[in-house]
């Protein structure tokens, strides 16, 4: 009797703690949610926290945070946002630079850890990343006629690419008719039109100290790395005519589409997109996957992590930091979510060797390359985006226009949007 009343007793207990049991709420993007669901669960487990989420489209995160930051109260104790916020929510959020122990630091790619700072601190912690890498037609790469058509073509051997001009040369030669009707119906890759970041990271490969901006904030948007980048990014499409034409009407899902319907033979692309691509699609396991390419300075990329930061006025501000520490303790949780991401390098090499994730290696060498780093941290960079950078590429992609006199009227919109 004693032995069950003692168990009673430590049931009440148990009870009354869980009753009382502090919660957490999180703002994030519906992925997420998913790739921080299993961790929010391990965490609840350990500590008695609860964790809830509220999930909304892209735009929601940047629109509700922004009206909770209005309204000076907050029902979120953790937001999670994209990289190109930090520098508008910087002074809304607690300075998180006590949880980037010497471990973690050590375990997060360079770039992430850079684009956490704004300012004087170190405003969130890194949930997930991802950069761009090389995906290609592995059956193409390895049939013996292709190969041999190649080298006799180019003189040297048909590989994967590694650099700008192999990205040209193997593009060239995948584009054909296939069909026999005069017609191209079969490219080697595809050029986006609708969005920089791709063109970015061409920028820092050719050797730039920054994109658009310099660590000083000052345009360099004219410098010769972004020239030299802009000139090989229309390439395909204006020399080289290795890409569909309609280069400004295709964006990320474009780009993916034409790939999975087997219409490009390679692609730069999101890493993720390796894990999703569909089994029933036309290159379902024939994907092959290598680092992003290199220019005159190596490797580079423009990486797009998510960070979790704290509301200056959130009520639970300790439960929400021990949940972020969390968090990147436990990174590796979220790779077996559907979008299969993490942010710190052990997470990444956690999964060396397991089929299915073979895009790990060459995902984690581009955001740990020297070269790589995120866009700039200022609070203006969607207007720059929106009414220079974009601009000038789809100037720059009629193939009619100077691309230095096309880089020089964006400088001069930037300097006016920052002035």
């Known amino acids: 009797m004693k032995k069950l009343l003692g168990a009673s007793a430590l049931a009440l207990v148990f009870m009354a703690a869980t009753a009382n049991a502090e919660t957490i709420n999180i703002l994030v993007e519906g992925g997420g949610e998913m790739l921080q669901k299993a961790v929010a669960e391990k965490f609840t487990a350990e500590t008695g926290i609860k964790v809830n989420f509220t ?7 940047f629109d509700k945070f922004s009206a909770e930051i209005a309204s000076g109260s907050s029902a979120f104790d953790v937001v999670t946002i994209d990289v190109v916020w930090n520098a508008k929510f910087a002074s809304h959020v607690e300075d998180l630079s006590a949880l980037f122990t010497d471990a973690v630091r050590a375990d997060l790619p360079p770039s992430l850890l850079a684009d956490a700072k704004v300012g004087d601190k170190l405003i969130g912690m890194p949930a997930w990343a991802n950069a761009e890498i090389v995906f290609y037609r592995k059956d193409l790469f390895d049939k013996a006629e292709e190969r ?15 650099t700008w001009q192999q990205w040209r040369d193997i593009a060239k030669f995948f584009t054909r008719d296939t069909d026999g009707d005069g017609k191209t119906d079969f490219w080697g890759t595809d050029t986006i039109g609708t969005f920089s970041e791709e063109w970015m990271a061409h920028v820092l490969q050719a050797g730039s100290p920054g994109v658009i901006l310099d660590k000083d904030g000052q345009v360099i948007i004219d410098n010769e790395a972004h020239k030299k ?60 996957v290598v680092p ?93 985006v929106d009414e220079a950078v974009l601009p000038a590429i789809q100037q720059a992609l009629t193939c009619k226009a100077d691309v230095g006199e096309v880089l020089t009227e964006a400088k001069e919109t930037i300097e006016d949007i920052l002035n």
């Open 55 to 61: 999930t909304v489209p892209y735009q929601g995160v």
């Open 229 to 288: 980048a802009l000139e090989f990014y229309i390439a395909p499409h204006c020399i080289d005519h290795s890409v569909p034409e309609n280069v400004n009407e295709i964006g990320w899902g474009e780009a993916q589409n034409l790939f999975y319907q087997g219409k490009t033979a390679m692609m730069k692309f999101w890493a993720h997109a390796y894990k999703m691509t569909p089994p029933d699609s036309k290159v379902s396991g024939k994907v092959g």
């Open 148 to 162: 041999e058509a190649f080298q006799a073509k180019y003189g040297y051997p048909l590989a994967p690419p590694k």
């Open 292 to 384: 992003m390419l290199a220019g005159d300075a190596g490797i580079a990329a423009v990486p797009g992590p998510w960070y979790n930061v704290v509301p200056s006025t959130s009520e639970h501000k300790d439960a929400a930091k021990k949940f972020i520490s969390f968090a990147i303790a436990n990174n590796a949780l979220g790779i077996e979510a559907p979008l299969g991401l993490a942010a710190t390098n052990s997470a990444y090499r956690s999964y060396s060797g397991k089929a299915g994730y073979e895009h790990f290696p060459p995902l984690l060498e581009t955001l740990s390359a020297p070269a790589t780093q995120g866009r700039p941290i200022n609070k203006k960079y969607q207007e720059i």
